[in-house]
């Protein structure tokens, strides 16, 4: 089993719409959970960063953590065609000298 | 101007050959990351250096060497490539303070033929 899990999609929706994304993840210690969004050809840019267990709410965008289900979400309301990217859910144990760990990525697609 | 900038942008060389990708910053950050991204599998870490005088191995090193000539330095080798080393890197940068957000870098796409 991959410590961190995600569908690669490819997702495509239409303008307006409301997306779910989501991983999944096997290790326990993970308590910073964060999410990159990465347009075609450039480099990941993060979107959102929570720590441990709760939502967080940033505009368009909101991160939910579910540690007792080991289950991470984020959600795009009113999405828009510039939201077309990957999405990459990244999550870290935390202490200093902790490495992160990359979900594979979900191909996203807003038409307008 | 980019803060974490990475020369070339694209790359094609042949088998066997020995080829180097740098990776510049502005970011004033002491961690500094080498990844590939391969389609499905993601982001996996090659190495990662702490500081000048601190260099790790990653889940995936073999094949590959690095070289962290000053803080804002730090460079990837592949010392004889091949092709199952196409594939896209990153270079990416971290500071203890803001915890474990990296800044990434545009990406070199390289290609072994």
């Known amino acids: 089993q991959k410590e961190v899990e995600q569908d690669p999609g490819p997702l495509s929706v239409p303008e307006g719409a409301i997306v779910s994304l989501n991983c999944t993840y096997s290790n326990s210690a993970f308590q910073y959970f964060m999410w990159y969004r990465q347009y075609s050809r450039k480099g990941p840019e993060l979107l959102m960063y929570t720590y441990s267990s709760g939502n967080k709410e940033d505009g368009r965008f909101t991160a939910q953590v579910d540690k007792s289900s080991k289950y991470i979400s984020l959600f795009i309301r009113d999405s828009q065609p510039s939201d077309s990217a990957t999405y990459l859910c990244a999550m870290s144990a935390g202490t200093s000298y902790d490495k992160v760990i990359f979900g594979p990525g979900t191909s996203l697609s807003v038409i307008p | 101007d980019a803060d974490v900038t990475q020369t070339p942008r694209n790359r094609i060389t042949k088998t066997g050959k020995r080829i180097m990708l740098e990776c510049s910053q502005t970011?004033?950050?002491?961690?500094m990351y080498w990844y590939r991204q391969d389609p499905g599998l993601g982001l996996r870490l090659i190495y990662y250096?702490?500081?000048?005088?601190?260099?790790n191995k990653g889940e995936i090193s073999d094949g590959y060497s690095v070289s962290r000539q000053a803080q804002a330095k730090f460079s990837l080798s592949l010392e004889s490539a091949i092709p199952n080393q196409t594939a896209l890197y990153f270079c990416?940068?971290?500071?203890?303070?803001?915890?474990?957000?990296?800044?990434f870098g545009a990406g070199t796409r390289l290609s072994v033929l």
């Open positions: 250096s702490f500081d000048v005088k601190d260099i």
């Open positions: 970011k004033g950050h002491d961690r």
């Open positions: 990416a940068t971290s500071d203890l303070s803001r915890g474990p957000i990296q800044y």
